[in-house]
Each structure stands twice: as C-alpha cells, then as structure tokens.
C-alpha cells in the first residue's frame, strides 16, 4: 500500500543533512518544507490511529487499547498517546472538514 521503509529512509536522510553546506535561501527554505511534511505527518497519523481504532486491531491482536499501544510501541508517555488517538477520533467521527484542511 505504502512504502513505510522509503518515508523512514528519507526522513532519516533529512536529518543526517550537514545545514552549514547549504546556503541562507536552502536553509530557510527546509524550514518550510519540513513544517509542511510535519503537518502532513501528522495528518497520515491521526488517519492510521483512527482506522485502527475502528477496527479494534490493538486489542484484538495485542490486547491493548489503541492508545496504549501506540504508548508502548512509539515510547510516548500515555497522556500524549491518549491525546493523539482522542483527536484522531474526533477528526473521523465528526470534524471531517477540520481534516481535510489539516
């Protein structure tokens, strides 16, 4: 469906980036690029969580709530994975054109 491996690779990648051999404009213009790609990380996030959580995949299959299971498996403390599958929800369940801009 998606090339998981390849986002992983790039990203890391970007990171690995020496910024003193890029010039003022490149500088600022990863900046932006990288503010928009977190954005749109974050986007694809809240879509997956809340499919999964619809689908009862983290309990069915590790019997774990979706929100503990992205605590334990991402190594986020829980109030910020429980925040991030509660507005994954609220993003599907109601808030569709909130989703579309984000």
Not at 30 to 55: P, T
Not at 88 to 101: N, T
Request: contains cysteine.
């Amino acid at each position: 469906m998606f090339d998981w491996d390849g986002l992983v690779e790039t990203c890391r990648k970007a990171a690995g980036l020496d910024p003193a051999l890029a010039d003022d404009g490149s500088v600022l213009d990863g900046i932006v690029s990288l503010e928009l790609v977190r954005r749109l990380v974050d986007a694809a996030e809240a879509h997956l969580l809340a499919e999964a959580d619809a689908r009862g995949v983290c309990d069915r299959d590790h019997g774990l709530s979706t929100r503990t299971w992205l605590a334990r498996e991402a190594a986020l403390p829980q109030p910020v994975a429980t925040a991030r599958v509660r507005v994954a929800k609220r993003l599907r369940s109601g808030f569709s054109v909130l989703d579309e801009a984000f």
